[in-house]
């Protein structure tokens, strides 16, 4: 929750993360010293982050086996996957995404329909 209660959440993905100068250069008028000084302090917290979810005494890994599935709160769980040598075996990975409020509608109509079959 940030200052105002309100949720937010964090996109970590440094292979797709590109500098932050590179986009102030194309805006001229946006990059001055005050944004440099936000910048150098952005990158101090990021590394500080990144030494967090780096830290492989806080991560959870699980290989799963043929016809397992794993499901996660995809805004609320930090997650990945190793790499894995192509020599050794294959990876096929399927990611889908779903709306909670529809999920837990269709689950409220479900349990409806079973309470009526029930009486």
Same mark, same amino acid.
């Given at each position: 929750?940030?200052?105002? +209660?309100?949720?937010?959440?964090?996109?970590?993905?440094?292979?797709?993360?590109?500098?932050?100068?590179?986009?102030?250069?194309?805006?001229?008028?946006? /990059? +001055?010293?005050? +944004?440099?000084?936000?910048?150098?302090?952005?990158?101090?917290? /990021? &590394?500080?982050?990144?030494?967090? *979810?780096?830290?492989?005494?806080?991560?959870?890994? *699980? !290989?799963? =086996?043929?016809?397992?599935?794993?499901?996660?709160?995809?805004?609320?769980?930090?997650?990945?996957? !190793?790499?894995?040598?192509?020599?050794?075996?294959?990876?096929?990975?399927?990611?889908? /995404?779903?709306?909670?409020?529809?999920? &837990?509608? =269709?689950?409220?109509?479900?349990?409806?329909?079973?309470? &009526?079959?029930?009486?």
């Amino acid at each position: 929750m940030d200052q105002f +209660n309100d949720e937010f959440y964090v996109n970590y993905a440094p292979p797709f993360q590109g500098p932050i100068e590179s986009l102030l250069s194309q805006h001229p008028l946006l /990059y +001055n010293e005050e +944004n440099d000084i936000k910048i150098f302090e952005f990158y101090q917290a /990021y &590394k500080r982050f990144s030494s967090f *979810i780096e830290n492989d005494d806080l991560k959870f890994k *699980i !290989t799963l =086996k043929p016809g397992e599935l794993a499901i996660f709160a995809n805004r609320r769980v930090l997650h990945g996957r !190793t790499s894995f040598d192509q020599q050794s075996g294959e990876r096929h990975l399927k990611g889908a /995404y779903l709306d909670f409020c529809a999920l &837990k509608d =269709k689950f409220r109509i479900l349990k409806a329909k079973q309470r &009526k079959q029930e009486k």
